[in-house]
């Protein structure tokens, strides 16, 4: 009765793939990335306007985008960092775009994800992205820094080098604290704690990690949500560890397909979008259990997973959903990208209800 | 009745759900439009500046170096520290309170403030981070290349304090620590540059200019070096090595000034002579002087003896070039070529080693007329000393030789006599050459275990490297060999060098060898026939003399000449 609804507010087809689309902050613009079929990158900015969207900025550039941030910008500048298939990250100044800001080849091969921290006012400290690339490596960034990582996670000798599918940054409650959780395609999921150095758990899903995303960023770690291969996806209670369990977690099937993302409403911790290899969207809500940590039979505090409920499922697209944006500003507004070449503007309304 | 009632309901609930879903987005996408027009009019107001908030103080960059942190941190203990001392007031001290004067607080608050927005920009401390983290580098790298030069790996600390130099190119110690590492590859024009950019960076700095004054002198800038030391002597007015350095390159610029005098002497004649003079160190002196004196050596000492072959005029040219050589050693008297040659020209060994021993004493009397003072003369002998200590064993080679002939001679005199004087020798020479006819296997052999015996081919073609130039002392050597160990001591074939040499060493002192017998095992040498294919038309001349003068004396069937010839390839 009280279901949140979904709806399609605009649809706009464009000739090039889509790989990221992210709301600007404190506008009602959005960046969309992508590649065009001849290997060059795509970079518009759109504007939601009167039920329509128009498109400000257009530009073409030499290597194909994969993904993109604000979140280490400041709320003045702006300032578009993004990961390109040839490994380089560059942050692009939208006022003019014609060179970045800053550029470094960051990693050998495709820089698959990117997440920032310390900018737009959300979390503690120095401003700082971290990169997740297909050589395996993980680097960790500060814009102030030219041309090398102030910090680089990456295989011991030997190992295999595993292809980094997502990164996410977390825990940066204060100027010091501050976590890095990578995905990898064979399902290990890693948390490197980037005050110490070192890593603080690791664990694996069994299914490649998808996408990795803090409930919130800027608080102590709270909920992990990561999203894999087979339809599945976990969502980890990152309060209490426990010293050989470590985090106590709920996982759940859905979409029927490759759980692609998840991303929780910024109004609203608790209630998170996941999307799908299918086209479509699911709507979550999560509940805490009555207390969130117990007492192992040895006396060691153990985390207690609460429960997922799914309050709204809709199809949007044959195709998968490869981006997912709330609009930090705009309650219940958000814009999705999929691989049929769409940008969708959506609505979702009863937010505030629930 | 119940069953129709309940999908109404249901029906009704749903259209209202619909209606309410509608007017919800309805509401929602007004709402939007609102919100489309108000975020517009923040974001302008974003972009003209007006919405501050921008956080100012943002902590330093991850994982740079530790110390920057430190520092950091000191900087922002101390903003605050200042504050409470003068301005915390308990909440309770009323009577404080009282005497507080607002305005002036809220003065230096603002003083304050200014402060930070002028001096605390993130940039420059940035920065100031930088360099001090590119500072701890230089000294990490400088560290290295301490290292690297104690162990002597001298290439990699050199590696190491450029390294550092680009790091930090204000630290006058790196530059002069490469120097020091320069120095001891013997790069001294390097070092010097080195240290000059060194003194320039830190003007204070004694090692550098003590490092300078080394290279400069190593170069033959004394005066230079002279100053540098002195420079040294004004910043640390007891530093040793400053002193004696100063008094030594006085002496030497001393020697110099009146040095021309010999010089220019030696110049006229051949500018080669010239770096024995120059080396005022021990280590740079040996490599100067040994490499062109060699190449005189070989140049003129080759020509004599091959002078059969060669045509009249160049036989006028090297008699000439002879007799100069004759007169520059005559003069200076004191290279090891000097001693080769007089071995070629004076048949008598011995007078050789009178000279030799004489020279150094000549050379010596030669300054001491120049230069009163002790000291000078310890400079000059020394050197002429150590030169000849080289030719020192050549000359026993020589002795040995000349006693080794003595000794066959049945003890008519004691062998360590011959070395003594000229007198002697000569009466050894007188020997041998009446021993000659009578030398035979037994005898020879009985020599030779006094000789170094040329028991292998290698033994014998290092002497024969040495006793080539010297036809004489060649010949006492060949003759002692027993002509059935020629084919054993050539080996596998002849050199055609060797054989020419010897053939023309035969030639000197045709009667004193069973030329026969030495011309017969020549052949029996394995290839020999090989060899005697390229003898040179002149060369075959001198075998076929060789012969005649065999044939002459009637001792061999000509039979037996003729197969000898026919193996020369006459």
Known sequence: MDKPQIILHIQKPVNYTVFDAKWIPCSAKFVALGNYARGTGALQIYEVSQGDVKIVKDVEKSKAFKCGTFAASSLQNRHLATGDFSGKLQIWNLESLELPVYSAQGHKEIINCIDGVGGLGIGEGAPELVTGSRDGTVKVWDPRQKNDPVATMEPGEGETKRDCWTVAFGDSFSAEDRCVAAGYDNGDIKLFDLRNMALKWETNVKNGVCCLEFDRKDIAMNKLAAATLEAKFHVFDMRTQHPTKGFANVSEKAHKSTVWLTRHLPQNRDVFMTCGGNGSLNLWKYSYPSARSKKDPEGVEMGVAGTVDLLQNVVMSTQPVSSFDWSPDKMGLSVCTSFDQTIRVLISTKLNTL | ?570
């Not at chain 2, 000439?320 to 007089?342: C, Q, R």
């Open chain 2, 1 to 570: 009745m119940s069953k129709v009632s309940k999908h109404e309901e249901k029906m009704i609930n749903l259209q209202t759900q619909m209606r309410q879903n509608q007017s919800e987005l309805q509401n929602y996408l007004a709402d939007l439009d609102n919100w489309e027009s108000d975020i517009k009019k923040k974001e302008e107001k974003l972009k003209s500046g007006d919405a501050g908030g921008k956080g100012s103080n943002l902590p330093p960059v991850r994982n740079t170096i530790h110390k920057k942190k430190l520092k950091k941190k000191k900087k922002e203990k101390e903003v605050p520290s200042d504050k409470p001392r003068t301005g915390k007031i308990s909440g309770f001290d009323f009577r404080a309170w009282d005497q507080f004067d607002v305005e002036k607080a809220l003065e230096e608050v603002d003083k304050d403030e200014g402060k930070k927005e002028t001096s605390s920009s993130e940039y420059e401390t940035d920065e100031e981070w930088e360099l001090e983290r590119k500072k701890h580098l230089a000294g990490q790298e400088k560290d290295k290349g301490n290292d690297f030069l104690k162990r002597g790996d001298i290439d990699k600390a050199v590696e190491a304090y450029s390294k550092g130099m680009d790091f930090d190119p204000t630290n006058a110690i790196l530059p002069a620590n490469r120097a020091m590492a320069l120095l001891k590859q013997q790069k001294f024009a390097a070092a010097e540059l080195d240290c000059t950019t060194s003194i320039s960076l830190d003007p204070m700095y004694v090692k550098a200019y003590l490092r300078r004054a080394t290279a400069r002198s190593s170069l033959g800038k004394l005066d230079e070096a002279v100053a540098d030391f002195n420079r040294v002597l004004d910043l640390e007015p007891s530093n040793k090595q400053a002193k004696t350095e100063i008094e030594r390159l006085q002496k030497e610029l001393k020697r110099e000034d009146e040095a021309p005098v010999t010089t220019t002497l030696t110049e006229d004649e051949c500018g080669r002579v010239k770096p024995i003079y120059k080396p005022p160190e021990e280590r740079s002196k040996k490599p100067l002087f040994r490499v062109p004196i060699e190449e005189i050596g070989i140049e003129t000492a080759a020509r004599p003896a091959p002078s059969a072959d060669q045509s009249e005029l160049a036989k006028k040219i090297s008699a000439k070039e002879k007799e100069d050589f004759e007169k520059l050693f005559v003069s200076s008297a004191s290279s090891p070529a000097g001693t080769k040659i007089e071995e070629l020209t004076t048949t008598k060994p011995a007078l050789v080693n009178e000279r030799r021993d004489m020279a150094p004493e000549d050379r010596a009397s030669d300054t001491k007329k120049e230069i009163p003072g002790h000291d000078k003369i310890k400079q000059v002998t020394t050197p002429v000393k150590a030169q000849a200590s080289q030719p020192e064993s050549r000359l026993e080679e020589q002795s040995r030789s000349t006693s080794r002939d003595t000794k066959h001679k049945s003890g008519s005199e004691s062998s360590s006599a011959t070395v003594s004087g000229p007198k002697v020798s000569a009466a050894s020479s007188l020997a041998v050459s009446s021993s000659s006819e009578r030398t035979s296997s037994a005898d020879t052999e009985g020599a030779e275990d006094k000789l170094s015996p040329p028991q292998t081919s290698f033994q014998f073609q290092a002497d024969f490297k040495q006793l080539k130039r010297k036809p004489e002392s060649f010949f006492q050597y060949f003759q002692a060999i027993p002509p059935d160990n020629y084919p054993k001591l050539f080996g596998q074939s002849i050199d055609a060098d060797i054989l020419t040499t010897i053939l023309k060493t035969l030639a000197l002192h045709p009667e004193k060898v069973d030329l026969y017998s030495v011309l017969h095992s020549l052949t029996l040498v394995k290839r020999f026939s090989m060899t005697a294919m390229f003898l040179s038309r002149k060369e075959k001349q001198v075998v076929s003399d060789l012969i005649d003068s065999i044939s002459k004396t009637g001792q061999r069937p000509d039979s037996e000449l003729n197969s000898l010839r026919k193996a020369y390839d006459l």
